[in-house]
Nanobody
Framework: QVQLVESGGGLVQAGGSLSLSCAAS????????MGWFRQAPGKEREFVVG????????YYADSVKGRFTISRDNAKNTVYLQMNSLKPEDTAVYYC????????????????WGQGTQVTVSS
């Protein structure tokens, strides 16, 4: 099983960009589909974007399509989330998650979660 640590959150003005990273421990990282989720205060955790173990399949929530890009480097055990054209409604704690199976959009389907990193977008 992998362990995950996110980094790269912070405060940015609307229209700006941030890049998040999720570093995984363990030699089996390449066997996991990876997802980014977010949770705003008072709201349920929601799917943002996911990537298959090979990187060949990616799936984006409609709310971030065209603005966010997910990628992974299996040699570095890391998955990345590039966020552009950020909006105040993107403000949330962002979590990366690993699933020892195919890509999915449902949070309970994921096996392992990071501790989260705060992203705040000011208007």
């Amino acid at each position: 099983q992998v362990q995950l640590v996110e980094s790269g959150g912070g405060l940015v003005q609307a229209g700006g960009s941030l890049s998040l990273s999720c570093a995984a421990s363990g030699r089996t990282f390449r066997n996991y589909a990876m997802g980014w989720f977010r949770q705003a205060p008072g709201k349920e955790r929601e799917f943002v974007v996911g990537i298959s173990w090979s990187g060949g399949s990616r799936y984006y929530a409609d709310s971030v399509k065209g603005r966010f890009t997910i990628s992974r480097d299996n040699a570095k055990n890391t998955v990345y989330l590039q966020m552009n054209s950020l909006k105040p409604e993107d403000t949330a704690v962002y979590y990366c998650a690993a699933r020892f199976s195919a890509l999915d959009v449902i949070p309970p389907m994921y096996d392992t979660w990071g501790q989260g990193t705060q992203v705040t977008v000011s208007s």
